[in-house]
């Protein structure tokens, strides 16, 4: 079992940054890849970020490419996503997202149904 929580969502003007965690407990992070998705009102889940057990891989969408970078700090057992250039349209409740299936360590994962363990989310709204 693996339990996440998300922090450092918040309201931020467009053109700002913001970076957001991920802790994890129960389960060492450092056997998971990882992931960062959204939901932006009344849309579907989209991925946004997606990192590798060893971190040496990383995939984003276009929408995000340039302005958004996803890290880990395996012995911190927490990921982040640091969060620049921000458009009104990134406003959404960003969730992580973690999956411990046996991979290659420099798998990256990009499907919602990859993954097996969610947190909550947290909600970042950005202003125009």
């Known amino acids: 079992q693996v339990q996440l929580v998300e922090s450092g969502g918040g309201l931020v003007q467009a053109g700002g940054s913001l970076r957001v965690s991920c802790a994890a407990s129960?389960?060492?992070?450092?056997?998971?890849?990882m992931g960062w998705f959204r939901q932006p009102p009344g849309k579907e889940r989209e991925f946004v970020a997606a990192?590798?057990?060893?971190?040496?891989?990383?995939y984003y969408p276009d929408s995000v490419k340039g302005r958004f970078t996803i890290s880990r700090d395996n012995a911190k057992n927490t990921i982040y996503l640091q969060m620049n250039s921000l458009k009104p349209e990134d406003t959404a409740v960003y969730y992580c997202?973690?999956?411990?299936?046996?991979?290659?360590?420099?798998?990256?994962?990009?499907?919602?149904?990859?993954?097996?363990?969610w947190g909550p989310g947290t909600q970042v709204t950005i202003s125009s």
């Open positions: 129960g389960r060492t992070l450092s056997s998971c890849a």
């Open positions: 997202a973690a999956s411990p299936r046996a991979a290659a360590p420099n798998t990256v994962r990009i499907l919602p149904g990859e993954y097996d363990y």
């Open positions: 990192i590798s057990r060893n971190g040496i891989t990383t």
